[in-house]
């Protein structure tokens, strides 16, 4: 997707050779016409799969998994990290390894909203070593929901989670799929969809 590639080379900032920094438009503040137009890529590539309901993971996924389900006319479920007054009991719950903070945290989602019979499109903002997806898929098989597949913002191709999950015979669509952070430069990797 040309205009999220330029936007990282433009506002993406090389922190390590293992992580990027995208506060200006993702994680921080927000480009929402950015976000819609990747609302509309996800929705296009994931259009014809009888997709229920959009699953994602607080805070930054909420962002372009809204803009996801607004345009396949679908509800949009965050996993909460942080444990809730309201949110007490009826619980699906997953550990999530956090890349980037390097802590492990319980994320939950109430059992209200997904039930069996619901088919999964998750969203994320990245994908490193793939613990967020696979903590969401925890969640959704215990809802005895399926997953239809993935939909991934900026996946780092160099880390093991792209094709651990593509191994398990996972649909996943990355948007960007960066190749290398090497000497600050993002080098993204050419397959990827345009
Ligand atoms: P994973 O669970 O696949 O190992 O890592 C994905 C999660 O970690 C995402 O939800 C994202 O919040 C965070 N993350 C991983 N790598 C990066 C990165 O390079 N930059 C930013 N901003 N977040 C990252």
């Known amino acids: 997707m040309d205009l999220l590639k330029k936007k990282i080379q433009t506002e993406g900032k090389v922190l390590s050779d293992t992580v990027l920094k995208v506060d200006a438009f993702l994680n921080h503040q927000i480009d929402p016409v950015l976000m819609q137009e990747i609302g509309k890529e996800f929705a296009n590539r994931f259009r014809e799969k009888g997709i229920t309901k959009v699953l994602t993971l607080e805070s930054s996924g909420i962002a372009p998994a809204t803009m996801t389900g607004l345009e396949l006319g679908i509800p949009v479920i965050f996993a909460r990290k942080r444990q809730s007054l309201t949110l007490t009991d009826h619980l699906y719950t997953a550990e999530v390894y956090s890349f980037t903070k390097q802590v492990t945290s319980k994320v939950s ?84 969809h345009n």
Request: aromatic share 6%; hydrophobic share 45%; net charge negative.
């Open 109 to 192: 989602v109430s059992q209200d909203f997904i039930k069996q019979g619901d088919n999964l499109l998750i969203i994320d903002d990245f994908l490193a070593n793939g613990q967020a997806a696979f903590g969401l898929i925890d969640i959704a098989e215990q809802a005895g929901a399926d997953v239809a597949g993935i939909g991934i913002v900026i996946e780092k191709g160099f880390q093991k989670g792209g094709q651990a999950l593509r191994d398990k015979g996972i649909c996943v669509e990355s948007l960007a799929i960066i190749d290398s952070l090497a000497d600050h430069q993002v080098t993204f990797k050419e397959e990827d």
